[in-house]
């Protein structure tokens, strides 16, 4: 049985969750529930639990803040809950954290439990709680944080930027980063096109996402050269914005 814990300041918002876990999720067992979060870091730092719903957006404590209050070493995982999709989820998409948009949808909260059941550690690296919060500040300056890429064997922490393709693998992803490193990530290719910032990247076929500054001539039997030499297919519908991004430079 995993042991939840729910921080959040609306009390319709708790029970609610509690409701739709206990229907949908019997391997969920709400032990406590917190509307003030303080009364949660405090309980938090004495007992253990596997698993925290944590909402973002709160007053006095946001969720991060809560992360903080907690410290580094955190001994179990979470699922951020807010009913924004703005200020904080792309630090958190970044870090490869978990979030639900409220109102919570059953299907998204048991992919989420099944994915917390499904994962070898269940508790989050301080490496990537510090990944997250240096986001969080990122992201409060108005700059682009940096993202996890998480395979079963390791999480790295790369610069967008750093990203040269991303191409489809089935279920997976090949990420080719500078330098001519690869990783093979557990996300599909359409996780990444959600998760890069499309002011860099551009899905120019149904199987390859590239980021525009390589991208460095297009030959008229349609694909485009990248800057390590690569070529890469460009589909029909996206060619002429591809011809743009060479015409604007």
Same mark, same amino acid.
């Given at each position: ?46 007992? /253990? ?9 709160? /007053?006095? &404590? ?41 109102? =919570? ?26 990944? &997250? ?15 996890? &890429? ?7 922490? =790369? ?5 040269? =393709? ?28 959600? &998760? ?27 694909? =485009? ?25």
């Amino acid at each position: 049985m995993i042991k939840a814990v729910i921080i959040d300041d609306e009390k319709d918002s708790i029970d609610t969750l509690k409701w739709k876990l206990e229907n949908y999720c019997p391997d969920v067992s709400v032990i406590s529930s917190f509307e003030k979060p303080a009364d949660g870091v405090s309980y938090l730092k004495k007992n /253990p639990i596997d698993l925290l719903f944590l909402d973002i957006e709160m /007053p006095m &404590l946001t969720g991060f803040d809560v992360l903080e209050e907690l410290g580094r070493d955190i001994s179990f995982d979470i699922i951020f809950i807010t009913a924004y999709d703005n200020f904080g989820i792309q630090a958190v998409k970044f870090s490869a954290l978990d979030y639900l948009l409220k109102p =919570v949808q059953n299907k998204e909260l048991k992919e989420a439990i099944d994915k917390h059941l499904k994962k070898t550690q269940q508790k989050i690296p301080s490496e990537q709680i510090d990944l &997250l919060l240096n986001n969080v500040q990122a992201e409060r300056k108005g700059k682009r944080g940096r993202i996890a &890429l998480a395979s079963k064997e390791s999480i790295e922490f =790369v610069d967008p930027n750093d990203i040269v =393709v991303c191409e489809a693998n089935s279920n997976y992803t090949n990420v080719y980063l500078v330098e001519g490193r690869k990783r093979v990530i557990s996300k599909t290719l359409k996780d990444f096109e959600e &998760l890069l910032p499309p002011a860099i990247f551009l899905r120019i076929h149904k199987s390859y996402i590239v980021n525009r500054n390589f991208i460095i001539n297009y030959l008229k039997k349609g694909d =485009v050269v990248l800057s390590d030499d690569a070529r890469i297919p460009v589909s029909r519908r996206k060619k002429t914005e591809v011809s743009n991004i060479l015409l604007n430079r």
